[in-house]
């Protein structure tokens, strides 16, 4: 009895390089105010990279870095505030960044990115829900595009943020869980 071998072949996909285009990308929080609504900010200057490996997508890897002073939160008092050291201390931290640590596809379309994420100096391991990447596109000008809009929630307590106060009526002026929304636009290298 014989049997027929079937050749093996492997077809080896070189990782690629994606720069975050920080003209199309933000990073948004929102947090509770007074236990009853929520404040939302954004943080628009982000840089970084994405090197691909879309045959091994846990081969894959994320950074990214952003700048404190840009928070946006559309009233100039409080972003004074969060800039200040009862928040960010932007003077002392003049970043916040993420590095992923693993990478891996839940399904079609969607993966899981864990890593660290530093905010003020103190880093904790962090899960990102990420819808992503899309197909790549050309844009007008011949670049490649992919993009990903990623979600976590932290406790802003773990990272130092702890300043807060009482309400009169019960309760406290700022909510404890942060949820983090990244829409990011990465251009190929």
């Known amino acids: 009895m014989s049997t027929l071998a ?3 072949t492997t077809t080896a ?23 009853i609504s ?12 994405l090197t691909l490996d879309e045959s091994d997508l846990g081969a894959s890897h994320v950074e990214a870095l952003i700048e404190a002073a840009s928070i ?10 969060l800039k200040s050291a009862d928040f960010f201390d932007v003077e002392k931290f003049p970043t916040l960044s993420f590095k992923s640590t693993r990478i891996s ?5 969607e ?25 790549p596109t050309k844009d007008p000008w011949g670049n490649t595009r992919v993009a990903v809009s990623a979600t976590t929630k932290i406790n802003r307590k773990d990272f130092g943020l702890t300043w807060n106060t ?18 990011v636009e990465f251009v190929k290298a």
């Open 72 to 81: 946006e939160t559309r009233d100039a008092q409080r972003d004074a505030h």
């Open 13 to 35: 996909t070189a990782a690629t390089t994606w720069n975050i285009d920080p003209a199309h990308s933000v990073a948004e929080f929102k947090v509770k105010h007074m236990m």
């Open 105 to 109: 596809q839940v399904r079609d379309g």
């Open 166 to 183: 009482a309400l009169e009526t019960g309760g406290i002026l700022v909510g404890d869980e942060v949820t983090i929304t990244l829409d």
């Open 111 to 135: 993966l899981s990115v864990e890593g660290d994420l530093t905010i003020r100096g103190v880093t904790r391991k962090v899960l990102f829900s990420v819808e992503g990447p899309t197909p």
């Open 38 to 49: 929520n404040v939302k900010g954004q943080f628009p200057k982000i840089t970084g990279t």
């Open 6 to 8: 079937t050749p093996q």
